[in-house]
């Protein structure tokens, strides 16, 4: 009976079916923002309507907004944690102490009404709160209308104009954007250094700017035929007006919007077969010669993420010369435009990665940043290794890893982001622990279970908020295995895994090898014995933690299912039924997707073993 009532419930009840948004309630936002832009102060007024919905459970009295700008003052947080910190990027140092008046970036809030009532707000630097003129109860919507004026600082970090390779504008957080409210609260972060977190939503976006300017960014142009540009359909003959030009911007599903300005930009489109129209925005001189062979590699990057990752959500996806550095932002990236064409290619396949690892896949970067940094260069990698070649695509991953453990600076890679002693273990902890966390995965739960699974995660996690759990649960769904204790000792702490052959002996034609897990940090063993005839064959230790075992990887070698090694057992004695003559080599996990820490006792060479063997029966 209860089996018939189930099918019955589960026929009757499309409820059933499992998404993403029924395990967790999420915000919402709606932007309509009107903005112009004067070329000659730096400065950005206008509009913005924004529609908040609440879907949370909670009656809010309080909402918050960011004001990233703010932060390029002298005596910001962001200007005294850069003259504090023992490595300060060097692109910050104590650059913003030095800022004069009109090089400063502010973001002012001129008027701001909620649902037609004023509220009453403060700013305390980059953190406007404001409290609600009529609280916002579950389920509920409400529409804030403000008038803002920002000035453009000059470039510092991401944001800014007049960076150092000659690009006037670069407009990455500069708007005032609602913080995210979800299952935490709120995350109403002052701006530090870096890493963000931002409501799902639509962006309607007017820009005024003088018509010389090219704009690239986020979002679709409403208006090509208008703009022209190179937005034009082909054959259209634009008519631009005098002085100001206006574009309008559409972008759905996104957690953020960016743009990017210059007269002097080259405008490039090109088709990816099957998936989104490329932009590419560059001023073209010698130093920037690279930017037409580098568009035949962000092709194959999205074909390659596609058919790996999940499929690109969107239609568009500008690679646009900007600021410093290379920054993530939905529908585009702005990345520095001179430089070898390898290291383009690198930067700019790690930044279109993160069109899956934060645009679409949005984990709190704050947070989580392994989550989005660490998988962003994993696919990356993975991506570049099918492209050009190479043996071991994650091995710099890993030695980001070691350099960090042997630094004595490790931390664990649950900090937040802002908050790392240093930014060198902000770095390794969420771009190499992050990578490692997934190659070493795949040697948990075997490689097709794990590209099942990354497949499985984007599809039912896009456009929301994973949490590492969220993850990590699709990862126990495909594979049958037990893994938060993976997630729990590489992410939370700084354990590290060592394990090693230790004793070797002889008994009755057999050769008995006594493992030893010298670190603290359990994992199973993949064991590798080769046999003086050529053959191998591979002992999989599994660990009770894992409650099973991976499938065979590789059918081409045997291999011979031992029991469980309980994580509390310091070693483990197996049996090779060949005598110690016959096999040529021993070895711990000879792919070393084990981040094992000490790899000088993984491996023994019989012939090298200078002791003779003690039998015991003697
Ligand atoms: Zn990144």
Known sequence: ???????????????????????????????????????????????????????????????????????????????????????????????????????????????????????????????????????????????????????????????????????????????????????????????????????????????????????????????????????????????QPEGELLWHFIAKDVIDFAWAADPGYTHDRVQVPGGPELHFFYQKNERTSDWIKLQSAVIKTFQYLNQHFGRYPFDTYSIIQGGDGAMEYPMCTLILGEGQLSGLVAAVSHEVAHSWYQMALASNESLHAWMDEGFADFARDEFLASAFGGENPHQSSYQRYFNFVSSGSQEPASQHADHFNTNRAYAAASYGVGAVFLEQLKYLIGEAPFYEGMMRYYNTWKMHHPEPNDFLRVMEKVSGLQLHWYYRYWINTTKHIDYGIGEIIERDGSTMVTLQCVGEFPMPVDFLVTYKDGTAELFYITTDELMGRKPVEDSTIKRTDLDAWPWVYPTYTLTIRHPSREIEDLEIDPRQRMADVNRKNNKVIMADLHTAFKDPTR
């Open 1 to 239: 009976m209860i089996s018939r009532l189930l099918t019955l419930l589960f026929l009757s009840s499309p409820s059933l079916i499992v998404t993403a948004q029924d395990y967790r309630w999420q915000q919402r936002v709606e932007y309509a923002m009107d903005v112009r832009l004067d070329v000659v102060a730096h400065k950005v007024t206008g509009t913005q309507r924004l529609v908040y919905y609440n879907n949370s459970q909670d009656t809010l009295t309080k909402v918050y907004y960011h004001l990233f700008f703010n932060a390029f003052q002298p005596g910001s947080m962001m200007d005294v944690r850069s003259r504090n910190i023992s490595d300060p990027d060097r692109r910050v140092m104590d650059r913003i102490s030095k800022l004069k008046d009109d090089e400063i970036g502010y973001q002012h809030i001129l008027a701001l009404k909620q649902d037609g009532k004023e509220v009453g707000y403060k700013v305390d630097q980059t953190i406007l709160e404001v409290v609600l003129a009529k609280p916002l109860l579950p389920r509920t919507k409400t529409v804030f209308d403000m008038k803002f004026e920002a000035q453009v600082p000059l470039q510092i970090r991401r944001s800014g104009r007049d960076n150092r390779e000659g690009i006037a504008y670069s407009m990455t957080q500069w708007y005032p954007k609602m913080a995210e409210y979800d299952f935490q609260g709120w995350h109403a972060d002052q701006y530090v250094a870096r890493e963000f977190h931002g409501v799902w939503g639509d962006f309607d976006v007017r820009i005024s700017i003088d018509r010389k300017f090219v704009i690239g960014g986020t979002g679709k142009l409403q208006n090509p035929d208008k703009v022209g540009h190179g937005y034009e359909n082909a054959g259209t003959t634009v008519k």
